[in-house]
């Protein structure tokens, strides 16, 4: 940014630069920057939730999904992470081709669309317990596990795979997009600063950003529908959460593939390194919420996960989300396992009674199923089968 658009940008009332935001539908560094130090909190709501109906009406989404913890062994050690196992821990698992079908099965049953594999990053790479178990099995790596089991899932049930595996190479992403609707990563933050000692990516090597956007880029190039997000309140300042914000921006300017966007509150837990580090206030998270409506435009697809909320859930509805998320009626969420999800039958009412129309969608969203390039043919089979004629689910 030159100086003199600094200066100009710092000489502009704020309620000034929040009209121009509301009416050219997006911001730049500089405007994000003012706006977020200085913006009342209920005009940032207001434009939000202007730019929200201006892109997505009044719909807001959800899918129903079985959560499936392919294995909670994972090679990085976040200090807010409760998920995570060294083998011999309690919980620590790989879950077995007839474990995935059998959750599968019970997910089809209960009317799911999606399952979600959640796992964590190259287990292999440090447990020979990991090796071993993927060995065995004929697998070298837990990414071609995690295709295989996606593979499996898709032909025996049709429900269709979100895989959420960490950072992945290109033939990981390759294989990947034969079998899954849409692949996940949270970028989680930008800061390199995070990984210096004492700080929760210190001894976490897949957290290093280049890398997580290594993968974004990756799967652009690809033409695969991805979901992604910045996770808040865990040390970052706000200029970092910013900076990551437009960092996912850029890339969809430049793909045209992120699918939605995450805002992800930290919580702590009992039994994590960072238990007793303050936990990101409903201001603050309505606040980050608004700031990523003006950043990211009225098109995308903002979401924010309301079991992470608590009572407070329905109030983000305020800062321009359109999306819940995954709500699974037969699993827990396994990241945030006190959390409950809300039923949902109460995320209908909360959402309905503030004048919104609460629809179920596929682990792709209804814009990125016409465009040819985003589904392999076999996934595009099963989406026509759960897909009506918007794109949402049957």
């Not at 914000?245 to 805002?263: D, N, P, S, T, W």
Request: with cysteine; hydrophobic share 40%.
């Amino acid at each position: 940014m030159t100086s003199a658009l600094s200066t100009r940008i710092a000489a502009t009332p704020v309620s000034e630069l929040l009209a121009s935001a509301r009416d050219a539908g997006s911001i730049d560094r500089g405007v994000a920057g003012r706006l977020a130090s200085e913006a009342p909190l209920s005009d940032l709501l207001a434009a939000s939730s202007e730019l929200r109906a201006r892109g997505k009406g009044t719909v807001v989404s959800f899918s129903k999904k079985v959560f499936a913890p392919l294995t909670t062994l994972c090679r990085d050690y976040c200090s807010y992470c409760t998920f995570r196992k060294d083998p011999g821990q309690p919980g620590a698992h790989f879950m077995t081709p007839e474990e995935v079908l059998a959750l599968a099965e019970q997910g089809r049953a209960a009317g799911c669309k999606e399952v979600l594999f959640s796992l964590g990053d190259q287990p292999e790479r440090i447990f020979p317990e990991a090796r071993e178990f993927l060995q065995r099995r004929g697998f070298a790596r837990t990414l071609d596990y995690v295709a295989a089991m996606s593979e499996l899932v898709l032909d025996q049930t049709g429900l269709l795979p979100h895989a959420n595996p960490g950072v992945m190479d290109r033939p990981a992403l390759e294989r990947l997009r034969q079998s899954n609707a849409s692949v996940g990563l949270m970028l989680e933050t930008v800061s390199v600063r995070l990984m210096r000692d004492g700080l929760p990516h210190a001894k976490a090597p897949d957290k290093v950003p280049a890398l997580r956007l290594r993968t974004i880029e990756e799967a652009g190039k690809l033409s695969m529908a991805f979901t992604t997000g910045i996770l808040i309140g865990i040390g970052e300042t706000f200029e970092e959460r910013l900076d990551s914000l437009f960092a996912i921006r850029a890339m969809h300017e430049k793909y045209g593939h992120i699918q939605e966007v995450i805002v992800q509150n930290f919580r702590a837990k009992p039994d994590i390194p960072m238990a007793h580090h303050p936990e990101p206030s409903l201001d603050d998270m309505l606040r980050t919420l608004a700031i990523a409506r003006l950043i990211l435009g009225p098109h995308m697809n903002l979401q924010a996960p309301p079991n992470l909320s608590y009572a407070d859930f329905p109030r983000l509805l305020e800062a321009g989300i359109n999306d819940w998320g995954g709500i699974s009626p037969v699993t827990k969420d396994f990241i945030n396992p006190e959390a409950a999800w809300p039923q949902i039958t109460r995320l209908r009412s909360e959402t309905e009674v503030r004048g919104f129309t609460l629809r179920e969608r596929l682990a792709i969203y209804p814009e990125f199923i016409p465009r040819d390039a985003f589904l392999s043919p076999n996934v595009r089979a099963h989406v026509k089968r759960s897909a009506d004629a918007s794109g949402y689910a049957i």
